[in-house]
């Protein structure tokens, strides 16, 4: 079993940055890749970014190019930047983590809301 609670979420000015932090507790040696998706109101899940336990990415392409996002096996830890942020950047962000035997995870979100 593993635990994700998200922080780092509130209100961010169109053209800033915002940053979220994902921390993992439980099972935690068992993760394979970590990251993040976020729903925008009547919009289905999508991906933002992932890190996989050997370093390889995935991102969104509604963010990539403005986007980064590590991960910190010692503190159990998934950070996240999003740079020159646009309204359409407002949503919940969940983070994710899937462990090695396929099972995932879900943090209870944090919501983000960009003002334009």
């Known amino acids: 079993q593993v635990h994700l609670v998200e922080s780092g979420g509130g209100l961010v000015q169109t053209g800033g940055s915002l940053s979220l932090s994902c921390e993992a507790s439980?099972?935690?040696?068992?993760?394979?890749?970590i990251g993040w998706y976020r729903q925008g109101q009547g919009n289905q899940r999508e991906l933002v970014a992932t890190i996989a336990s050997g370093g390889a990415t995935d991102y969104g392409k509604s963010v990539k190019g403005r986007i980064a996002v590590s991960r910190d096996d010692a503190k159990s830890t998934s950070d996240l930047q999003i740079f020159n942020v646009k309204p359409e950047d407002t949503a919940v962000y969940y983070c994710?983590?899937?462990?090695?035997?396929?099972?995932?995870?879900w943090g209870q979100g944090t919501m983000v809301t960009v003002s334009s």
């Open positions: 439980g099972n935690t040696w068992s993760i394979d890749v």
């Open positions: 994710y983590a899937r462990v090695k035997r396929g099972l995932e995870y």
